[in-house]
C-alpha cells in the first residue's frame, strides 16, 4: 500500500486490539455500525478482527469485509477502507483471515510472530534461527493469498535491535509490504522508541520498499508520545483505537494523535485523511457501546 511522505496512515484497531479492553463485548451489528463509522472518519486500514478466534469473530470481518469494505461515501481520498485480519504466523491462521477479509475491495493480512528473547525463550519455546524461518514462511504464505501483507515483530520493544534487522529484513524479502514495530507491552520511552524506528529503517535492508508503522501500549501512559516519536523518527503509518481501549491500559488514542499531527505541523509536517468532525461522533458511539 502506497504512502504519501506527507501524510500518515490511520491503522484503527478498535474493533480487534480494542475490544480486548476489560468487560468489553461488541456483537456483530455494534461491529459493523462502528467500522462504517470509522469510514466516514477517513480511517485509513481498519482491522476488523482476529478471525481465528471464534466463529462470532470470524463472521463480524467477514460481513465487514462485505458490507463495509466497499464504501467510499464521505472519504476524502474517495477510496475505500482497507479491511485487515489478524493471524499468528501459521498457515492455518493466516488462511481463516484470508478468507475473512477477501471479499472487501482493498484486503490486507497482518501476521506476527514475538522477537524478544524473553518471549521466545518462555512463551514460544523456539531459538532465532526457528523464528526467523517461520516469519520467512508466514509472510511468503500470506503473500501468495494477498498482495497488502503486514509483519508484526511482537515485543519489538524489547527485542535486540541487530535481530529486528534481521527478522524485517526477511519478512520484506518474503513480501511483506508494512512493518509494523509494536511495543507490545507499553515498555518503552519516547526517546528509546524513536531511536528504535529510526535505527531500524536506517539499517534494515530494503526498508524503503516497505511502509513503517508503530503500535503502543498504554502501560506507562506514553503510548501517544511514543506514537508521535515513530511518526517524526519515519514511521507513516500510526496503529491506534478510538478513545485509547485496548487491553490492560488501553492502546494509542486515535484521537490524540490525528489532533497532535492537525494542531502542530510544524512540528511533525505530516497530516492524516481523517475527517476531525466526525471524531466526536465516533467517540460517542465506542463509548456507548
Not at 29 to 41: T, V, W
Not at 99 to 120: G, K, N, Q, W, Y
Not at 151 to 178: W, Y
Not at 210 to 230: I, K, M, Q
Request: charged share 25%.
Amino acid at each position: 500500500m502506497s504512502v504519501q511522505p506527507d501524510t500518515v496512515l490511520i491503522f484503527d484497531t478498535t474493533l480487534r486490539d480494542g475490544e480486548q479492553s476489560p468487560g468489553a463485548t461488541l456483537n456483530v451489528e455494534e461491529k459493523l455500525e462502528i467500522a462504517r463509522q470509522l469510514s466516514r472518519l477517513g480511517v485509513d486500514i481498519c482491522e476488523a478482527g482476529f478471525p481465528i478466534a471464534s466463529p462470532g469473530d470470524f463472521e463480524a470481518v467477514r460481513r465487514i469485509a462485505e458490507e463495509v469494505g466497499p464504501l467510499t461515501e464521505g472519504r476524502r481520498d474517495g477510496r475505500p477502507m482497507v479491511i485487515a485480519g489478524l493471524a499468528r504466523a501459521n498457515e492455518t491462521d493466516i488462511g481463516r483471515a484470508h478468507e475473512a477479509v477477501r471479499a472487501a475491495p482493498r484486503h490486507r493480512i497482518h501476521t506476527f510472530l514475538a522477537t524478544s528473547d524473553i518471549h521466545l525463550k518462555h512463551k514460544l519455546r523456539i531459538d532465532r534461527e526457528e523464528c526467523v524461518d517461520q516469519v520467512i514462511k508466514a509472510v511468503t504464505f500470506a503473500r501468495s493469498l494477498c498482495d497488502d501483507v503486514e509483519f508484526s515483530p511482537e515485543d519489538a520493544g524489547r527485542s535486540d535491535p541487530d535481530f529486528l534487522v534481521q527478522v524485517l529484513g526477511q519478512a520484506i524479502t518474503a513480501g511483506a509490504t508494512t512493518l509494523n514495530i509494536p511495543d507490545t507491552v507499553g515498555y518503552t520511552t519516547p526517546d528509546e522508541f524513536g531511536w528504535l524506528i529510526g535505527y531500524l529503517i536506517a539499517h534494515t535492508p530494503g526498508a524503503d520498499r516497505v511502509v513503517w508503522s508503530v503500535h503502543c501500549h498504554n502501560d506507562l501512559g506514553l503510548a501517544t508520545a511514543n506514537t508521535l516519536a515513530g511518526v517524526k523518527a519515519g514511521a507513516r503509518q500510526v496503529e491506534v483505537t478510538i478513545n485509547g481501549i485496548g487491553e490492560r491500559a488501553g492502546n494509542t488514542a486515535l484521537e490524540e494523535v490525528v489532533m497532535a499531527l492537525s494542531t502542530r505541523p510544524a512540528t511533525f509536517n505530516v497530516g492524516s485523511n481523517i475527517d476531525t468532525t466526525q471524531l466526536a461522533r465516533t467517540s460517542h458511539m465506542v463509548s456507548t457501546y
